[in-house]
């Protein structure tokens, strides 16, 4: 059973306009949460990521929202760039539980 | 530059056959780590370690092995390939043990027919 999953493969938005990503998790456990980014024929590189003990972590256009009464993330890209179009995995704990991905397109 | 390398970037093979992908780091990471990527599942790990000849199972470990002699490889050894392993797989290495901001490889896209 997966402990991260994120329920949209894929999401398209225009560009200029807010991105958000979502991903529910289980494990209660989990004390740190992270975002990768992934362009095709590359390996996943960091995005940004959240303790915790915080609710909210802010990078220039990207915000990690985290409710942990919920156990839920979110991922708020403003504003959407073409450059930005790639598959986006959450992923939790010390060993990096992955969940499934979201496919992002951004229009121009 | 401060990457993580692996070998071969594809690779078709017959069931049965032995083969070895590799991955180097530059970064004198400690820990480093297998996953393998398939459709609506995500990276799964596959194996880790946390140092030189320490090696532990992940979540997905059955039909692979793995070495770790030297602090900058990490090889990644099918004994004998069947085409449920056929995915793409990520070679990863981090500074310490709590696994943010991991370094990934390039990727090695893997076809066992």
């Known amino acids: 059973d997966q402990q991260v999953k994120q329920n949209s493969p894929s999401l398209s938005v225009q560009e200029g306009r807010i991105s958000i990503l979502n991903c529910d998790y289980t494990?209660?456990?989990?004390?740190?949460f992270l975002w990768y980014k992934k362009y095709p024929a590359e390996g996943p590189t960091f995005l940004i990521s959240i303790s915790s003990i915080k609710d909210k972590n802010e990078d220039g256009r990207f915000t990690v929202f985290l409710n942990k009464s919920a156990k839920h993330l979110s991922l708020h890209i403003v504003p959407s760039q073409p450059g930005d179009s790639a598959v986006y995995f959450c992923a939790a704990g010390n060993k990096l539980t992955f969940g499934g991905g979201t496919r992002v397109l951004v229009k121009p | 530059e401060a990457q993580v390398t692996q070998n071969p970037r594809y690779l078709i093979t017959v069931t049965g056959k032995k083969l070895t992908v590799t991955c180097s780091q530059n970064m004198n990471h400690e820990y480093m780590s297998w996953y393998r990527q398939d459709p609506g599942l995500g990276l799964r790990q596959i194996y880790y370690s946390m140092n030189v000849e320490v090696t532990d199972k992940g979540d997905v470990p059955e039909g692979y092995k793995v070495s770790r002699k030297e602090k900058r490889n990490f090889p990644l050894i099918l004994e004998s390939p069947s085409p449920n392993q056929t995915s793409l797989y990520f070679c990863?290495?981090?500074?310490?043990?709590?696994?943010?901001?991991?370094?990934f490889g390039s990727g090695t896209r893997l076809t066992v027919v």
């Open positions: 990863a290495s981090s500074e310490t043990a709590k696994m943010y901001g991991y370094t």
């Open positions: 494990n209660s456990m989990f004390d740190y």
